[in-house]
């Protein structure tokens, strides 16, 4: 929603007034003005939609490179880490980077 150059001007002033508070501003333009309430912070009812090709990429990408962070999976799938991680949740899986710390020799496994 696009809002007139005197609504602006009203929120501004309306956020001085309510001593800096995004949340009371809101409350209280929305009171004065009983429209779609844009500036309402509202919480998301439910998960996002995660589609089953997003979870099937995101798994393929594991599947190739194991020891991928869901950071670099994000970026290489372009699907954002708030929607890698429950896919991860989905299949049983847990956002960790496999390493190897320590080489191990012949005498190791005795």
């Known amino acids: 929603m696009v809002y007139t150059l005197i609504e602006r001007v009203e929120i501004i002033f309306m956020f001085g007034s309510e001593g800096r508070s995004a949340l009371r501003s809101a409350a ?6 009983q429209r779609e309430s844009v500036m309402a912070n509202k919480k998301r ?7 089953e090709a ?9 599947a190739a490179t194991p020891t991928s962070s869901v950071r670099k999976a994000a970026t290489i799938t372009g699907i954002s880490r708030e929607t890698v991680r429950p896919a991860f949740k989905l299949h049983t899986f847990y956002p960790h980077k ?13």
């Open 28 to 33: 209280v333009f929305n009171a004065r003005h």
């Open 45 to 51: 009812v439910g998960q996002r939609a995660l589609d």
């Open 54 to 62: 997003a979870q099937i990429e995101v798994l393929g990408h594991f």
């Open 98 to 110: 496999m390493q190897i710390l320590q080489e191990l020799t012949e005498n190791d496994y005795d």
